[in-house]
């Protein structure tokens, strides 16, 4: 196992260690997955995997808004 010293901001700490109380992790456990997600998400082969596993979920839905349905509120903004 390789061990590395990270520094973080006073404000980054605050947030992790919420965090951690909040989901009942450790600060290292959830260190450990935003490096795995970071790991993941630069090896644009395991990216492209995600992406085509991903490609046409919606397709079958038809509990969702049609376009036509939503457009009303976002030209609202």
Same mark, same amino acid.
């Given at each position: 196992?390789? $061990? =590395? +010293?990270?520094? &973080?901001?006073? =404000?980054?700490?605050?947030? &992790? %260690?919420? &965090?951690?109380?909040? $989901?009942? +992790? $450790?600060?290292?456990? &959830?260190? %450990?997955?935003?490096?795995?997600? !970071?790991?993941?998400?630069?090896?644009?082969? =395991?990216?492209?995997?995600? !992406?085509?596993? =991903?490609?046409?979920?919606?397709?079958?839905?038809?509990? !969702?808004? $049609?376009? /036509?349905? !939503?457009?009303?509120?976002? /030209?609202?903004?």
């Amino acid at each position: 196992m390789t $061990t =590395a +010293k990270i520094v &973080l901001t006073d =404000a980054e700490g605050e947030v &992790l %260690r919420d &965090l951690a109380r909040r $989901t009942g +992790k $450790t600060e290292e456990q &959830l260190l %450990r997955e935003a490096v795995d997600q !970071l790991l993941v998400r630069s090896q644009p082969e =395991a990216r492209r995997e995600v !992406l085509q596993r =991903a490609c046409g979920i919606w397709k079958d839905r038809r509990d !969702l808004p $049609t376009l /036509e349905q !939503l457009r009303p509120e976002w /030209e609202r903004c």
